[in-house]
């Protein structure tokens, strides 16, 4: 459960945007994606390495 303190006279907008904030840390809207389709371990492991690859490129390039 997310608890947001609200503080006397706080903007319902500036409260609003510390729940969305903290919900998406929770990191909850993330796993419901990734549990809707399985992915096998194999698919998952060669999307994690064309990743690397792609941040390592990028770092190249800043180079």
Not at 3 to 19: Q, T, W
Not at 26 to 44: D, N
Not at 48 to 56: F, P
């Amino acid at each position: 459960m997310i608890i947001v303190p609200v503080k006397e006279g706080e903007n319902i907008e500036k409260a609003l945007k510390k729940f969305k904030r903290k919900f998406e840390r929770t990191g909850i809207v993330k796993e419901l994606r990734s549990r809707q389709a399985f992915e096998k371990p194999s698919v998952r492991n060669r999307k994690k390495i064309m990743k690397a690859i792609y941040v390592q490129q990028l770092r190249q390039n800043e180079e």
